[in-house]
T-cell receptor
């Protein structure tokens, strides 16, 4: 079964500290993986796609097929990074996204 | 260009009633997906439409249905509402139905069933 697991409901760090939001997935084929972010009172928006190997707002994520993980990282957290982060998987030819339950990141001053 | 527009923003309905939610995708986007978001279950896929055809369906009862029009606008309908249907319903559009480029989400319709 296709599944996305985000083990941490809440992650609290201080400004300037490194951040790693964990995401593990279960999928037998070659998945497409995404990170979405939802800032307070804003709509869900795409942050990263694994296929593009980009860095957005200082965040990066590497797909590790051996460990079936797609952790989101940032070396120095900023207060404006505080938000809900969702890892999502799209498997095969289906268009739907399978989301993890989300991790709330809180960056303290 | 305008983003994904969902109407109405808020709805309060009584158990047993039915409700219709609307989604206008970004101009040129032909794929529209619907998701239900609740605190307990998180984001769950309802269905996806592409060029007026339902291409994929999640694991929801038949009370949940949808359709897409020739202008790509989509509606979802929930009949015989239950208290558990209270949720934020999100619509997402993409250019060609390929998730590779990501989906753009609307602000959602918050449905409360009393």
């Amino acid at each position: 079964a296709q599944r996305v697991t985000q083990p941490e409901k809440l992650l609290s760090v201080f400004k300037g500290a490194p951040v790693e939001l964990k995401c593990n997935y279960s999928y037998s084929g070659s998945p497409e993986l995404f990170w979405y972010v939802q800032y307070s009172r804003q709509r869900l928006q795409l942050l990263l796609r694994h296929i593009s190997r980009e860095s957005i707002k200082g965040f990066t994520a590497d797909l590790n097929k051996g460990e079936t993980s797609f952790h989101l990282k940032k070396p120095f957290a900023q207060e404006e990074d505080s938000a809900m982060y969702y890892c999502a998987l799209r498997g095969g030819s289906q268009g739907n996204l399978i989301f993890g339950k989300g991790t709330k990141l809180s960056v303290k001053p | 260009k305008a983003g994904v527009t969902q109407t109405p923003r808020y709805l309060i309905k009584t158990r047993g009633q039915q409700v219709t939610l609307s989604c206008s995708p970004i101009s040129g986007h032909r794929s529209v997906s619907w998701y239900q978001q609740t605190p307990g279950q998180g984001l769950q896929f309802l269905f996806e439409y592409f060029s007026e055809t339902q291409r994929n369906k999640g694991n929801f009862p038949g009370r949940f249905s949808g359709r897409q029009f020739s202008n790509s606008r989509s509606e979802m309908n929930v009949s015989t509402l239950e208290l558990g249907d209270s949720a934020l319903y999100l619509c997402a559009s993409s250019l060609a139905g390929s998730g590779t480029v990501g989906y753009t989400f609307g602000s959602g319709t918050r449905l409360t069933v009393v």
